[in-house]
């Protein structure tokens, strides 16, 4: 802030009534020779806004018998409030600063208490990975898919509405060939709109030990995409795409209560390894992670996961403690009890008070009418052979063995399309638990 000769005469006027009223006040001190020695305003600034008149008293010629706890206690601070009829505060600077409040500040706009997403969807920004945060004064927070995420959450905050915008966003505007996804739902029920999506890279995983096997998959991903940076000498997902002919997509694995999977699981197994690994190494290849909870433990959670999460999103929380988890400071336990109502944090490091979107049923209701109206539109070549192959050649039967041996693929490709295939009603269970297709489907 610089010197501005504004209005001079009242800012004279005001430093002068500050100084008399803390003589009434008996800081200052009467000099044998019958002078006075007052506090003393080494320097006055007046903000660009014009809103505040800085008044920083010289501690080091205070008066004799005069404590800079004196100066700044509050009562002082009243019987300075009501002699300027402006407010006053004490900067918390090193020395005593006292502001003057000239103007009042306008009041912050109101965000709205329900906002739907198909309203920030029809600002989309354009481009690859675009998602909308939540919704400002100004409008919707655009956020690009380019790190981690750690969002937390008491019962009830709007956590579960987030993840499921935020997905329902970016499946809406990105292709299967551009964005993957793998989602964690130990619930079953939270994220189960998007069984059978096409952009699902395996089925919903709902124990900890499908979790488990779904992060080794990644980790292993990773393993994959390092070998083929290296023969490209690409130092990212984006270079990588630009000099291959083979364009690999961005993947986003979205693990709710990853705090129960991780203690249920354990500190030292393979789960939590991977989850580390994959915070640690994941960004750089395309492997990106929202991590979602509602009972934040820094022992879970930990400095080495934490500094690799750029965005941090907390809904109200019960605890000064799990916001400080989360956000790296306090303050979400203090947000009102507004169900969408979020304090973030993002890759420029600004926090933000945000109102997050609401998903309609009619919008969840259109995800489940696409999979039951086309169903076969989701599968992928290799899932329509398997069962084309079944029909024709095992009475509608898929036992892995044969149908393994007679596609050609992998276990883990037959496991993965027979949960999907199971999620999306095109197989069932028949006598002793046997696999059948579903009758009256043509592959």
Not at 67 to 80: E, I, N, Y
Not at 336 to 344: D, E, N
Not at 411 to 424: H, S, T
Request: net charge positive; charged share 25%; hydrophobic share 40%.
């Amino acid at each position: 802030m610089q010197p501005l000769p504004i209005d001079r005469q009242k800012i004279d006027a005001l430093s002068r009534r500050i100084i008399d009223a803390l003589d009434r006040l008996g800081y200052s001190y009467r000099r044998k020779d019958g002078g006075t020695q007052q506090v003393v305003i080494r320097r006055r600034l007046v903000t660009a806004s014009g809103a505040f008149l800085l008044l920083e008293v010289d501690t080091q010629r205070l008066p004799r018998g005069v404590r800079a706890d004196q100066l700044t206690h509050s009562r002082t601070l009243h019987h300075l409030t009501a002699v300027l009829h402006h407010p006053v505060r004490v900067l918390n600077t090193t020395g005593i600063t006292y502001a003057v409040v000239l103007e009042r500040p306008p009041a912050p706009a109101k965000l709205p208490l329900r906002i739907e997403l198909a309203q920030a969807l029809t600002a989309y920004p354009g481009g690859s990975c675009a998602f909308p945060v939540g919704e400002s004064a100004e409008g919707a927070v655009w956020e690009r898919l380019r790190g981690h995420y750690l969002v937390g959450g008491e019962t009830g905050s709007g956590k579960t509405s987030w993840l499921l915008s935020t997905i329902l966003a970016l499946t809406l505007t990105n292709d299967p060939q551009d964005l993957r996804l793998v989602l964690v739902d130990p619930k079953g029920v939270d994220l189960l709109p998007f069984a059978g999506q096409p952009h699902l890279l395996q089925p919903i995983a709902t124990s900890v030990e499908e979790a488990g096997a779904a992060l080794a998959d990644l980790v292993g991903e990773i393993e994959r995409r390092r070998r083929a940076f290296t023969r490209c000498l690409a130092r990212d997902l984006e270079s990588y795409n630009q000099r291959s002919e083979e364009k690999l997509p961005r993947v986003l694995a979205v693990i709710d209560e990853v705090t129960d999977l991780a203690l249920t699981a354990g500190l030292k197994s393979p789960f939590y390894r991977n989850l580390t690994r994959l915070a640690s190494l994941g960004r750089a290849f395309g492997l990106h992670l929202i991590l979602a909870t509602q009972n934040p433990k820094a022992e879970v959670l930990s400095t080495l996961i934490r500094g690799n999460l750029a965005g941090r999103i907390a809904f109200r929380v019960t605890t000064p403690t799990h916001s400080r988890v989360i956000l790296g400071l306090s303050g979400a336990e203090k947000l009102g009890r507004v169900p969408g109502r979020m304090l973030a944090r993002l890759g420029d490091g600004r926090l933000r008070e945000l109102q997050g979107y609401w998903v309609g049923e009619e919008a969840l209701a259109g995800l489940r009418r696409e999979l039951a109206e086309d169903p076969l539109a989701l599968l992928s070549g290799a899932e329509k052979a398997m069962l084309r192959y079944a029909q024709e050649h095992l009475d509608g039967r898929f036992p892995e063995k044969d149908i393994r041996e007679g596609v050609g693929v992998s276990r883990k490709v037959y496991r993965q399309a027979r949960g999907k295939l199971e999620q999306a009603g095109l197989l069932v269970r028949g006598e002793n638990n046997a696999l059948l297709v579903s009758e009256g489907m043509i592959f």
